[in-house]
T-cell receptor, first 113, second 113 residues
């Protein structure tokens, strides 16, 4: 069964600190993995997208890693800011199938002053 | 600004009432999607339209109908709303191909009482 699991469910950190969010998946055959940021009351916004051959990708203070062998990804946030408070969703795409996007339930990050 | 526009942002319905959620994109994308987001669950695909003139069921299509009015617009209709359809609904669009990113609208929060 194709699944995407994220941990932790929620996280509270102090402004300026770093944090790492985890994503494990069982989606096969794998096409790509995306991380989205979803602010409260808004739609998800893409942060990174990685294919099978990529093992790291950065977008400003966000760095995503992918280990396709162990089917794990992480999103590292450096020097957190209050505006980083949001839900972060891991989405894995399969190669085949019309309905080929599998969504994690997200990690709710709260950055406090 | 380019993107996906959804209307309305909020709606309260009584059980049995009908309504249509509107979605329009101005990025000339071929594919459009309707998702619902419920607490503790990942986004689930309701219906999608791979291209103008085609629509297909997703993971949770029961109780919904869709219309791809033209390349820009993709509407979602609830013929007889039920409390189980209380959710946040997101429209998204993308270019054809699993490697392309999805652009999401800001969502419609629907409550059925």
């Amino acid at each position: 069964k194709n699944q995407v699991e994220q941990s932790p469910q929620s996280l509270i950190i102090l402004e300026g600190k770093n944090c790492t969010l985890q994503c494990n998946y069982t989606v096969s055959p794998f096409s790509n993995l995306r991380w989205y940021k979803q602010d409260t009351g808004r739609g998800p916004v893409s942060l990174t997208i990685m294919t099978f051959s990529e093992n790291t990708k950065s977008n400003g203070r966000y760095t995503a890693t992918l280990d396709a062998d162990t089917k794990q990804s992480s999103l590292h946030i450096t020097a957190s800011q209050l505006s980083d408070s949001a839900s972060y969703i891991c989405v894995v795409s399969a190669v085949t199938g019309a309905n080929n996007l599998f969504f994690g339930t997200g990690t709710r990050l709260t950055v406090i002053p | 600004n380019a993107g996906v526009t959804q209307t309305p942002k909020f709606q309260v319905l009584k059980t049995g009432q009908s309504m249509t959620l509107q979605c329009a994109q101005d990025m000339n994308h071929n594919s459009m999607y309707w998702y619902r987001q419920d607490p503790g669950m990942g986004l689930r695909l309701i219906y999608y339209s791979a291209s103008e003139g085609t629509t297909d069921k997703g993971e949770v299509p029961n109780g919904y109908n869709v219309s791809r009015l033209n390349k820009r617009e993709f509407s979602l209709r609830l013929e007889s709303a039920a409390p189980s359809q209380t959710s946040v609904y997101f429209c998204a669009s993308s270019e054809v191909g699993p490697a392309n990113g999805y652009t999401f609208g800001s969502g419609t929060r629907l409550t059925v009482v």
